[in-house]
Nanobody, 124 residues
Framework: QVQLVESGGGLVQAGGSLRLSCAAS????????MGWFRQAPGKEREFVAA????????YYTDSVKGRFTISRDNAKNTVYLQMNSLKPEDTAVYYC?????????????????WGQGTQVTVSS
């Protein structure tokens, strides 16, 4: 079993920055992917960013490329999402996810385990 705990959400003005953290526990992650999804009110959950635990290649949805950066700290079993130049349309509940790699990370199929979510609100 894998446990994921997110933190770092909040309220920020447009153009500001936030960093989300996701602490993972419960097993080793060397063969896993970890990433972030988000769900805005009235919309479906969507893929935001992901990376394999074993290398540095990262994948992003087009709307956040150049503004968001996913990274990890292996020693802490923690994944981060640095969000810069935030826009009101980035407002959503952000979820951390992890799981075995089952094809392209952008497909989101790796997401077998989920965190509880953290609210990000960007005011205009």
């Amino acid at each position: 079993q894998v446990q994921l705990v997110e933190s770092g959400g909040g309220l920020v003005q447009a153009g500001g920055s936030l960093r989300l953290s996701c602490a993972a526990s419960g097993r080793t992650f060397s063969m896993y992917a970890m990433g972030w999804f988000r769900q805005a009110p009235g919309k479906e959950r969507e893929f935001v960013a992901a990376m394999r635990w074993s290398d540095v290649q990262a994948y992003y949805t087009d709307s956040v490329k150049g503004r968001f950066t996913i990274s990890r700290d292996n020693a802490k079993n923690t994944v981060y999402l640095q969000m810069n130049s935030l826009k009101p349309e980035d407002t959503a509940v952000y979820y951390c996810a992890a799981g075995p790699i089952l094809g392209p990370l952008q497909s989101g199929r790796f997401a077998a385990y989920w965190g509880q979510g953290t609210q990000v609100t960007v005011s205009s």
